[in-house]
Nanobody, 123 residues
Framework: QVQLVESGGGLVQAGGSLRLSCADSGRTLTSYAMGWFRQHPGKGREFVAAINWSGGSTNYANSVRGRFTISRDDRKNTIDLQMSSLRPEETGLYCC????????????????WGQGNQGTVSS
């Protein structure tokens, strides 16, 4: 059964850092492009970052570029999101996603979603 599970969220002060991880214990995550979205309370889902199947290509929302890094850890079979210099408005539910495409990171389309992991940034 396909199941994306996020971990690593929590509470941090503005300017601090959080690291999120996404895993699927039932299979490897190297077959497809994967990404992260953020959902704000009462708002829609917002694209954060995406990475292609090999890890050689990435894409970021303009608001996070230079502060966030998406990466693959093939040894751990995880997709990670390192977030730095966090802002209070970046509080939300961070969801790991998988695409049916192996390569598309620009105009990334998520086809499979994890349940999400809360990240809260206090001011």
């Amino acid at each position: 059964q396909v199941q994306l599970v996020e971990s690593g969220g929590g509470l941090v002060q503005a300017g601090g850092s959080l690291r999120l991880s996404c895993a699927d214990s039932g299979r490897t995550l190297t077959s497809y492009a994967m990404g992260w979205f953020r959902q704000h309370p009462g708002k829609g889902r917002e694209f954060v970052a995406a990475i292609n199947w090999s890890g050689g290509s990435t894409n970021y929302a303009n608001s996070v570029r230079g502060r966030f890094t998406i990466s693959r850890d093939d040894r751990k079979n995880t997709i990670d999101l390192q977030m730095s210099s966090l802002r209070p408005e970046e509080t939300g539910l961070y969801c790991c996603t998988e695409s049916q495409s192996r390569t598309m990171v620009v105009s990334y389309v998520a086809d499979l979603w994890g349940q999400g992991n809360q990240g809260t940034v206090s001011s």
